[in-house]
């Protein structure tokens, strides 16, 4: 998780995994990376880390001080950039963002945008700042970290974002081995599932490097009628 000082990074954090980061209104609130597991709508897990807040013209050995919990950033599959939806200068705030990670190698990351703090705004202030933002970065989600709210759209945005380089898979899990499902849930994600004789037919995907792991309930389908292949089929990156 990315952003400018006090766009809400920490609450964001303690909302979504339960862990209690110590969050005030305060520049360098957070000064040491912390990472949590977070369960995403597809039953798949990953890892969140919060960041320290950035500033507008970084000083050099502040930079150097904070190099752990920046490096987080470089090492990360998905960047989530929380912008404060209620400052007049978010745009400014999230040019700087904008910089610090160019300057760390990591602008062309896959991301996700998060309108934080919506529930301080007007209809009106609101509907200006999303659009605002939107035309900036389209596909930005409206969140508020406080309420909890747009927490299905965050986390859905996320769990397409962090896939990468995936395949989709249509497997036959033969009934009492539910555990092939819960594991594929684990690691990619299923799509739908379907009762049918000799198990449970399920539709998802699995990262290109893991496939292998199923190989052995995609051939199962070949004994039982289908209308669609068993083979794994190239999927290309969301987004």
Sequence with gaps: IVGYTNAGKSTL???LTGASVHAEQRVFATLDPTTRRLGLP??????LTDTVGFIQKLPTDLVAAFRATLEEVTEADVIVQVLD???PAVLEQAATVEQVLADLGAKD???????????LLGPSARRRAIGAISSRYPGAVAISATKRTGFGELLTAVDR???GDTVELEILVPYGEESVLAALRKVGGVERTEYVEGGTRAWGWVPRHLARRF???SAALTKV???R???????????
């Design 13 to 15: 954090l303690n909302a």
């Design 42 to 47: 597809t039953g798949r897990e990953v890892l």
């Design 85 to 87: 939806a209620s400052s």
């Design 109 to 119: 990351k896959p991301r996700v945008v998060a309108l934080n703090k919506v529930d």
């Design 161 to 163: 974002s962090s896939r």
């Design 215 to 217: 190989e052995a309930w």
């Design 225 to 227: 009628p289908s209308r």
């Design 229 to 239: 292949s068993g083979s794994l089929r190239a999927q290309r990156p969301p987004g």
